[in-house]
């Protein structure tokens, strides 16, 4: 069993920087991979990164590559999504997922442990 708790939304001006925390709590945590998704206004779930359980690779969404980063301090058990040049369409609800696996699952649902989410809102 993992608990996961977002920190380090806010507000902040579109070209300026963010950074998310996603601290676990519970089971042996450098053994989950992880995941951050993001539900705008009105929009569906979708994937932003990943990060392998070891930290050895990270794959992102096509929409935020080169601006945002995934990482892992499994010392700390916390990850991370630095999040630079925001821009307005990434306004959404922020939310860090978990599984008991090397590779997170493929999807949006099939994932075994959600945080509660935290907002993010970019100002023009």
């Known amino acids: 069993q993992v608990q996961l708790v977002e920190s380090g939304g806010g507000l902040v001006q579109a070209g300026n920087s963010l950074r998310l925390s996603c601290a676990a709590s519970?089971?042996?945590?450098?053994?989950?991979?992880v995941g951050w998704f993001r539900q705008a206004p009105g929009k569906e779930l979708e994937f932003v990164a990943a990060?392998?359980?070891?930290?050895?690779?990270?794959y992102y969404a096509h929409s935020v590559k080169g601006r945002f980063t995934i990482s892992r301090d499994n010392a700390k058990n916390t990850v991370y999504l630095q999040m630079n040049s925001v821009e307005t369409e990434d306004t959404a609800v922020y939310y860090c997922?978990?599984?008991?696996?090397?590779?997170?699952?493929?999807?949006?649902?099939?994932?075994?442990?959600w945080g509660q989410g935290t907002q993010v809102t970019v100002s023009s």
């Open positions: 990060i392998w359980a070891s930290g050895g690779s990270q």
């Open positions: 997922v978990a599984d008991a696996l090397p590779l997170l699952r493929a999807g949006v649902f099939q994932h075994d442990y």
């Open positions: 519970g089971d042996t945590f450098s053994t989950y991979s």
